[in-house]
């Protein structure tokens, strides 16, 4: 296991390329299941979920090659194979599954699904989906057991808006009979790029992106090249760090438009930021004034920025509020950004923070992957050495990050912790 240690101070400059988007990929990699012959997803980002998908697509008999940040997948000789445990357990994305094995084969087994712990995500929304379009669902020893004699188009109201479940009812819906219509469905980019690659192989889809999605459901799937978009949350990530300890970055393929709700509350705040066709010029602002954020589904401000978010408001004058209406238990970080001098009290589903404070080096653990990330982004600005355990839930979704730091002239290296820090860590 290793840790990973920042020595806060160096100023952020040069050039970061953002890899591809996490929340895509997990849902691309279950989608190539749906296809009758090859698919090929080029810009994958270089992360651990990634090689867990690519593990369990093999798993159930698919065929599988990596060539640098492109992904073959011959689905042809796929079986409807249980995944009741194992990896399947190791990535709350692995419902997607659910989806995709049902669209395809009528029937799945697929253990609920892990991932970082944020509060209570219930996918009773995807199950209700699925029934509707005649499949029955049960839970048998802690498995999702799905069967249908045949998928028939449904409308279906999503009674909450769920990234997750409206990818997933796309994927059973893509090859049933007849019309879907997903209404309340959620809007995100990442949506749009599984559209994309859906419609590509074959797909009937109208209206990824807003907020009723119709599906005609086609006989056939086949494979097709499609090129995921750029991880917006990872873009949004390394804005904010550069907007805390940066003199001139530039971050290149991002899609400005993905992350406009972010863009303005840093404009809002004074950070200077000249936007280009597929990049962001950030340069250093030494007087930031506090802003008060409230996280709300796609276009409002991402709950997965809001940890990181939180680490810029300790450098800004004045008090800040961030409340997060999507996740309850997002305020992991707040206890390890305390042993980091910063002055932030939680009152329910907000934090207030008071600033500006110079933070100190401290030992810290990153409790989920965007705690990790305002961890590393408090690092940075921090005087002395930050130690950040936990690297496990930062690799699940930021790709090299020590290494695309270090280019930026960041002090970070990882060392391999000891017999003794491993025990502290298993037990804390």
């Given at each position: 296991m290793q840790k990973l240690l920042i020595e806060g101070g160096p100023l952020l400059n040069g050039k970061v390329r953002i890899s591809g988007a996490k929340n895509s990929a997990v849902a691309l990699l279950p989608a190539a299941i749906l296809a009758d012959s090859k698919v090929?997803?080029?810009?994958?980002?270089?992360?651990?979920?990634?090689?867990?998908?690519?593990?369990?697509?093999?798993?159930?008999?698919?065929?599988?090659?990596?060539?640098?940040?492109?992904?073959?997948?011959?689905?042809?000789?796929?079986?409807?194979?249980?995944?009741?445990?194992?990896?399947?357990?190791?990535?709350?994305?692995?419902?997607?599954?659910?989806?995709?094995?049902?669209?395809?084969?009528?029937?799945?087994?697929?253990?609920?699904?892990?991932?970082?712990?944020?509060?209570?995500?219930?996918?009773?929304?995807?199950?209700?989906?699925?029934?509707?379009?005649?499949?029955?669902?049960?839970?048998?020893?802690?498995?999702?057991?799905?069967?249908?004699?045949?998928?028939r188009g449904a409308r279906i109201y999503l009674d909450v808006v769920s990234v997750g479940a409206t990818i997933n009812i796309m994927l059973a819906a893509v090859k049933a009979k007849g019309k879907t219509i997903i209404e309340n469905a959620a809007r995100e980019p990442e949506i749009i790029d599984v559209a994309t690659l859906l419609t590509s192989m074959g797909a009937k889809i109208k209206g990824a992106g807003t907020d009723v999605i119709r599906i005609e459901g086609v006989d056939d799937l086949t494979g097709c090249m499609h090129t995921i978009i750029p991880d917006r949350i990872e873009a949004g990530t390394y804005t904010i760090m550069a907007a805390a300890q940066g003199e001139k970055v530039l971050i290149d393929n991002v899609i400005p438009q993905h992350l406009e709700s972010l863009l303005a509350k840093l404009r809002e705040m004074g950070v200077n930021i000249e936007e280009g066709e597929e990049q962001l010029l950030i340069t250093r602002n030494d007087r930031l004034k506090s802003v008060d954020i409230k996280t709300l589904v796609h276009p409002g401000f991402p709950t997965d920025l809001q940890q990181p978010f939180t680490s810029l408001l300790t450098r800004a004058e004045g008090t800040g509020i961030v409340t997060d209406t999507i996740y309850t238990a997002r305020f992991k970080h707040i206890d390890e950004l305390r042993r980091m001098n910063a002055k932030i009290k939680v009152e329910g589903s907000s934090a207030i923070i008071q600033g500006p404070t110079k933070l100190e080096g401290a030992r810290v653990k990153a409790s989920d992957l965007r705690a990790g990330a305002a961890l590393v982004a408090a690092g940075l600005m921090a005087e002395g050495v930050t130690e950040i355990t936990g690297l496990e839930h930062i690799d699940r979704g930021y790709a090299n990050l020590t290494e695309k730091l270090s280019s930026l002239g960041a002090k970070i290296w990882r060392e391999e912790m000891s017999e003794k820090e491993i025990n502290q860590y298993q037990n804390s």
């Amino acid at each position: 296991m290793q840790k990973l240690l920042i020595e806060g101070g160096p100023l952020l400059n040069g050039k970061v390329r953002i890899s591809g988007a996490k929340n895509s990929a997990v849902a691309l990699l279950p989608a190539a299941i749906l296809a009758d012959s090859k698919v090929i997803i080029e810009g994958l980002p270089d992360i651990s979920d990634v090689q867990t998908l690519s593990q369990l697509l093999e798993e159930i008999g698919g065929f599988v090659e990596q060539k640098g940040n492109t992904l073959h997948i011959d689905p042809t000789e796929m079986t409807a194979m249980p995944l009741p445990n194992g990896k399947v357990k190791k990535l709350r994305a692995s419902y997607y599954f659910m989806g995709a094995m049902l669209g395809r084969f009528k029937e799945a087994v697929i253990g609920l699904p892990g991932g970082c712990y944020l509060g209570p995500r219930p996918i009773d929304q995807h199950i209700k989906g699925f029934e509707a379009l005649g499949a029955t669902v049960t839970n048998e020893q802690g498995a999702i057991y799905l069967r249908a004699d045949e998928l028939r188009g449904a409308r279906i109201y999503l009674d909450v808006v769920s990234v997750g479940a409206t990818i997933n009812i796309m994927l059973a819906a893509v090859k049933a009979k007849g019309k879907t219509i997903i209404e309340n469905a959620a809007r995100e980019p990442e949506i749009i790029d599984v559209a994309t690659l859906l419609t590509s192989m074959g797909a009937k889809i109208k209206g990824a992106g807003t907020d009723v999605i119709r599906i005609e459901g086609v006989d056939d799937l086949t494979g097709c090249m499609h090129t995921i978009i750029p991880d917006r949350i990872e873009a949004g990530t390394y804005t904010i760090m550069a907007a805390a300890q940066g003199e001139k970055v530039l971050i290149d393929n991002v899609i400005p438009q993905h992350l406009e709700s972010l863009l303005a509350k840093l404009r809002e705040m004074g950070v200077n930021i000249e936007e280009g066709e597929e990049q962001l010029l950030i340069t250093r602002n030494d007087r930031l004034k506090s802003v008060d954020i409230k996280t709300l589904v796609h276009p409002g401000f991402p709950t997965d920025l809001q940890q990181p978010f939180t680490s810029l408001l300790t450098r800004a004058e004045g008090t800040g509020i961030v409340t997060d209406t999507i996740y309850t238990a997002r305020f992991k970080h707040i206890d390890e950004l305390r042993r980091m001098n910063a002055k932030i009290k939680v009152e329910g589903s907000s934090a207030i923070i008071q600033g500006p404070t110079k933070l100190e080096g401290a030992r810290v653990k990153a409790s989920d992957l965007r705690a990790g990330a305002a961890l590393v982004a408090a690092g940075l600005m921090a005087e002395g050495v930050t130690e950040i355990t936990g690297l496990e839930h930062i690799d699940r979704g930021y790709a090299n990050l020590t290494e695309k730091l270090s280019s930026l002239g960041a002090k970070i290296w990882r060392e391999e912790m000891s017999e003794k820090e491993i025990n502290q860590y298993q037990n804390s």
